[in-house]
């Protein structure tokens, strides 16, 4: 099962980094899948910022930069695997 926890505002291609808008909680070692158009990644969270601090959770509103596996796209939707 899948629910809808945020939305892609921005990748740094150089760094594999997504900024993510959150719409829901997100923890260090969820299971998250990140779709669009042309996207498809599953992936677990392994690291997390928030101006460049490192953090373990985040929660509605916040807007974190997420270390991911493959490109991405702004406006691609995450979702928390469960």
């Known amino acids: 099962m899948e629910k809808h ?34 996207t498809d990644l599953v992936m677990h969270v392994d690291s997390m910022e928030i101006d460049h601090r490192k953090i373990e959770s985040a929660g509605t509103g916040m ?10 796209r702004e406006g691609d939707k995450l979702y928390k695997v469960t």
């Open 5 to 38: 926890i945020g939305t892609v505002t921005h990748y740094y291609s150089r760094l594999s980094v997504a900024v993510l808008n959150l719409t829901d909680e997100i923890h260090q070692g969820d299971e998250i899948r990140i779709t669009g158009r042309i």
């Open 63 to 72: 807007e974190i930069a997420l270390k991911v596996d493959a490109p991405v």
